[in-house]
């Protein structure tokens, strides 16, 4: 007589255990985590978001004297709600005269010194741009004369649409993105 071994079938029905079902859903979590984050980051290095260039009006062509400059403020159209009264902000403007006679040419300076951005002030007396923060000094034309600015005030990109004098949008300059025109 043969003794047969006692099989038991094994339920292929079980559902897993706690410690699997936990740790397929930290995977799932950490996947979702990595797309939220990873995505915006790509797309940055990528530089696949870019801001609209918006034009701010300054006001009439003819509004600008020959060579005066003149600071001139504007509700900046890039700010964010917890700007405050600092999206107000303003430019250097000088009309250095007729280029062609339908178009003239116009200096437009950041108001921002380029050592820690404190604003600049004018002075037609000595024709000098002067920063009170630390001391740094600027041309008419915004080339750096004396004191720890790295460079001179950076120049903002202009245009004439019909009659009004545009600049583009400014934001805080940087030696990467001098709002100076590359092309």
């Not at 930290?26 to 990873?38: N, S």
């Not at 600071?71 to 000088?94: C, E, H, I, K, S």
């Not at 009309?95 to 050592?115: D, S, T």
Request: net charge positive; proline share 11%; aromatic share 10%.
């Amino acid at each position: 007589m043969q003794i047969e071994p006692h099989t038991s079938p094994i339920p292929t029905d079980v559902p897993p255990g706690r410690r699997t079902f936990l740790s397929r859903v930290t995977y799932a979590l950490g996947a979702v985590a990595a797309a939220v984050l990873g995505i915006p980051c790509v797309g940055f290095f990528l530089g696949s978001r870019k801001p609209p260039i918006q034009w701010v009006g300054l006001g009439p062509v003819k509004d600008f004297l020959i060579d005066e400059t003149r600071m001139v403020m504007f509700d900046n159209p890039l700010r964010q709600p917890w700007d405050g009264v600092t999206a107000q902000t303003g430019v250097y403007v000088r009309n250095q005269g007729p280029e062609r006679p339908e178009q003239e040419r116009f200096l437009v300076l950041a108001v921002n010194c380029a050592h820690l951005g404190c604003p600049v002030s004018w002075f037609p007396q000595s024709g000098l741009f002067m920063c009170p923060c630390h001391g740094g000094v600027y041309y008419a034309n915004g080339q750096r004369a004396s004191g720890p600015p790295p460079r001179g005030l950076f120049h903002c990109v202009w245009r004439v649409k019909g009659e009004q004098l545009e600049v583009q949008a400014p934001h805080y300059p940087t030696l990467q993105d001098t709002l100076e025109k590359t092309a």
